[in-house]
T-cell receptor
Framework: GNSVTQMEGPVTLSEEAFLTINCTYT??????LFWYVQYPGEGLQLLLK?????DKGSNKGFEATYRKETTSFHLEKGSVQVSDSAVYFC???????????FGQGTILTVHP | DTEVTQTPKHLVMGMTNKKSLKCEQH?????MYWYKQKAKKPPELMFV???????INESVPSRFSPECPNSSLLNLHLHALQPEDSALYLC?????????????FGSGTQLSVL
C-alpha cells in the first residue's frame, strides 16, 4: 500500500534558522508528492508539489526535491519566520480520483 | 474566486439530532471531497465525488450521508452520530480529480457531538 512517514515533531526554531522536515514514502505506482500547510483554525493549503523524479517544488522560500532513489521529499527553508509556525503535512497521490495519503504532520513553532 | 466555503464553522449536536454540513466552490472544479480530521492528526478521506457521482466511499458508517446536488455544492448529512465523530470536517475540491492536481480545502466545520 501507500504510506508517508514524516519526522516527528514538534520542531521549535528561532527566527532565521534553517528548517528541514524529513519525509519518506512508499507507493505502488508512480506518485505525485505534495507538501500541505495548516495554520491554526484553518484548512490545508498546498505549499508545493512535484510530479516526477528530480522535480523541485518551491514556494514562499520553501523547497522540496522529488528523490526517487531514496523515496524522499524533504521540505527545506533557509530562513524561517514566526509566520511559518503551522502544521506541515507531506502527502502523496498515485492515481486519478485516488486517495491523497498524508503523513502524520509536523508541528513547527518559530520563536522571535 | 479560489475559495471553498464551508458552513457552519462550528456545530454542536446531540446524538439524536439530524444536521447537515455544506460546502460550496465556484472554481468550476468537478471533483469534491470530504475529509475528517481529529486533533493533531492528518485528514482522513471519507468520500470523493467526481462529476457529481460518488466515486470513493472509504467505508464510512451510514450515519454519514453525502450528497452532491450540483457541480458547485457538496453536502454531508449527519444522523445519529456518536461522540467519537467529533472532529473537524474538511471539504476540498480539485479541477478534475487527476493524481497531480492541487486540492483546495475549506476552513472546515468543527463538529462536537454530545
Amino acid at each position: 500500500g501507500n504510506s508517508v512517514t514524516q519526522m516527528e515533531g514538534p520542531v521549535t526554531l528561532s527566527e532565521e534558522a534553517f528548517l528541514t522536515i524529513n519525509c519518506t514514502y512508499t507507493a505502488t505506482g508512480y506518485p505525485s508528492l505534495f507538501w500541505y500547510v495548516q495554520y491554526p483554525g484553518e484548512g490545508l493549503q498546498l505549499l508545493l508539489k512535484a510530479t516526477k523524479a528530480d522535480d523541485k517544488g518551491s514556494n514562499k522560500g520553501f523547497e522540496a526535491t522529488y528523490r526517487k532513489e531514496t523515496t524522499s521529499f524533504h521540505l527545506e527553508k533557509g530562513s524561517v519566520q514566526v509566520s511559518d509556525s503551522a502544521v506541515y503535512f507531506c502527502a502523496l497521490r498515485v492515481t486519478s480520483y485516488g486517495k491523497l495519503t498524508f503523513g502524520q504532520g509536523t508541528i513547527l513553532t518559530v520563536h522571535p | 474566486d479560489t475559495e471553498v466555503t464551508q458552513t457552519p464553522k462550528h456545530l454542536v449536536m446531540g446524538m439524536t439530532n439530524k444536521k447537515s454540513l455544506k460546502c460550496e466552490q465556484h472554481m468550476g472544479h468537478r471533483a469534491m471531497y470530504w475529509y475528517k480530521q481529529k486533533a493533531k492528526k492528518p485528514p482522513e478521506l471519507m468520500f470523493v465525488y467526481s462529476y457529481e457521482k460518488l466515486s470513493i466511499n472509504e467505508s464510512v458508517p451510514s450515519r454519514f450521508s453525502p450528497e452532491c446536488p450540483n457541480s458547485s455544492l457538496l453536502n454531508l448529512h449527519l444522523h445519529a452520530l456518536q461522540p467519537e465523530d467529533s472532529a473537524l470536517y474538511l471539504c476540498a475540491s480539485s479541477q478534475s480529480g487527476t493524481g497531480s492536481e492541487k486540492l483546495f480545502f475549506g476552513s472546515g466545520t468543527q463538529l462536537s457531538v454530545l
